[in-house]
């Protein structure tokens, strides 16, 4: 079955970076994009980053452009999202998503910025 399982997340200062990962298993992760998205209590589900397939295009949220980065490894069947210069309002909860026409879900990872 489809899994995604993120990992990476945690508290950091503001200014600081953290990269998130997603492990994929369960379907053949070169054919898919994949997209982070990120939610705060009381808050609708937004995109973050999503990135094609191949890897070859990528796409931001104005509010982390520049500050975002999304990438992939066919071979490790793994996305990732590298976040630096962190804000207070990037805490949330990040997901990892396969998109598509049935898209799934990981689980989450906590983000937490604060001094």
């Known amino acids: 079955q489809v899994q995604l399982v993120e990992s990476g997340g945690g508290l950091v200062q503001p200014g600081g970076s953290l990269r998130l990962s997603c492990a994929a298993s369960?379907?053949?992760?070169?054919?898919?994009?994949m997209s982070w998205y990120r939610q705060d209590p009381g808050k609708d589900r937004e995109l973050v980053a999503a990135?094609?397939?191949?890897?070859?295009?990528?796409n931001y949220a104005d509010s982390v452009k520049g500050r975002f980065t999304i990438s992939r490894d066919n071979v490790k069947n793994t996305v990732y999202l590298q976040m630096s210069s962190l804000k207070p309002e990037d805490t949330a909860v990040y997901y990892c998503r396969r998109d598509g026409r049935v898209p799934y879900w990981g689980q989450g990872a906590q983000v937490t910025v604060s001094s």
């Open positions: 369960g379907f053949t992760f070169r054919t898919y994009a």
């Open positions: 990135i094609t397939s191949t890897g070859g295009s990528t």
